[in-house]
């Protein structure tokens, strides 16, 4: 089935570094991809939807010059978290849709956490 | 928009004993509707899914039923086992290029 890599698994950075986290499809092309933020014991909140080539779309109350996202291919995109602070920290998680089905194919997912 | 309402938000078990989580949703055009099951640090992985053209589905432990009428659809595991315990999401979407929307999920804990 489709796989969907996401690295790293966890980070721990200092306050007002920029951490990059990356979200690869291994086996599909995806045209868009999803990025999410995840606090303990919540749902899933979608931050912004990744486009192919073209600028990212963000949801309501996320900041997009804080929350970079990047989707140069078919099958990368990634998420930088510039200038971080501790109310950062989260478990964030891409999320990649096989164009072939209605299939959503998540990434393990990368805790961060900014001291 | 869409609204996924779910529950329970925990359920605990024995095990052996089945597990029922429901969900509702609000937009009578959502026509995909997957399950995930997630666990602890880790990403959703999908376990099940049912489109809007069945009303049942299952696979060896899992089910899931959909009652489009009532807008309703849950997810049924028999024969629980701790390796079960895990917190479930219900989502629905429209299919096609629409992204689903989440439940607020149910933890499941089944005690051995």
């Known amino acids: 089935g489709a796989v969907v890599s996401q690295h790293p698994s966890w980070v721990i950075c200092k306050s007002g570094t920029s951490v990059k986290i990356e979200c690869r499809s291994l086996d599909f092309q995806a045209t868009t991809m999803f990025w999410y933020r995840q606090f303990p014991k919540q749902s899933l909140m979608l931050m912004a939807t990744?486009?192919?080539?073209?600028?990212?779309?963000?949801e309501q109350g996320v900041e997009k010059d804080k929350f970079l996202i990047n989707h140069a291919s078919l099958t990368l995109s990634t998420l930088t978290v510039t200038s971080a602070h501790p109310e950062d920290s989260s478990f964030y998680i891409c999320?990649?849709?096989?164009?072939?089905?209605?299939?959503?194919?998540f990434g393990s997912g990368t805790r961060l956490t900014v001291v | 928009g869409e609204n996924v309402e779910q529950h329970p938000s925990t359920l605990s078990v024995q095990e052996g004993d089945s597990a029922v989580i429901k969900c509702t949703y609000s937009?009578?055009?959502?026509?995909?509707f997957p399950w995930y099951k997630q666990e602890l640090g880790k990403g959703p992985q999908l376990i099940i899914d049912?489109?809007?053209?069945?009303g049942e589905k299952k696979d060896q432990r899992i089910a899931v039923t959909l009652n489009k009428t009532a807008k309703h659809f849950s997810l049924h595991i028999t024969e629980t086992q701790p390796e079960d315990s895990a917190v479930y999401f219900c989502a629905a979407s429209m299919g096609g290029s629409y992204i689903p929307t989440f439940g607020r999920g149910t933890s499941l804990i089944v005690h051995p």
């Open positions: 937009d009578s055009a959502s026509n995909y």
């Open positions: 049912i489109r809007s053209n069945v």
């Open positions: 990744s486009n192919e080539g073209s600028k990212a779309t963000y």
């Open positions: 999320s990649a849709r096989d164009e072939s089905n209605y299939g959503y194919t």
